[in-house]
């Protein structure tokens, strides 16, 4: 993954929309004001397969914990449940 490219908010400002819309189209773009991230701005191809992957690892939990309460007949310790998860992985 290409490092993300940092700038401040007021020089995105000077150089117009079209020009930040083509550096996003290259990598993602991190907005900041005196040094501190307070946009992102990335390509909609990007977007779309971090809201995949997300949606995906959101279903793997779902599942996961469904799993542990359909085969779960008492309680069990923290570290026995992370195993379990785990092991599914």
């Known amino acids: ?3 993300p490219l ?4 007021t020089v995105a400002t000077k150089k ?14 991190v907005l900041t004001n005196h040094g501190k991230p307070t946009a992102i701005v990335m390509s909609p191809e990007h ?25 779960r007949s008492e309680f ?3 570290d026995e449940v992370r195993e379990r998860l785990h092991a599914r992985r």
């Open 16 to 29: 117009g929309a079209g020009f930040l819309a083509e550096k996003a189209a290259e990598r993602t773009v």
């Open 76 to 78: 069990s310790r923290v």
């Open 6 to 9: 940092r700038m401040p908010a």
């Open 47 to 71: 977007f779309d397969e971090l809201e995949r992957s997300l949606r995906h690892a959101a279903d793997r939990l779902v599942q996961g914990v469904t799993d542990l309460v359909a085969e």
């Open 1 to 3: 993954m290409t490092t």
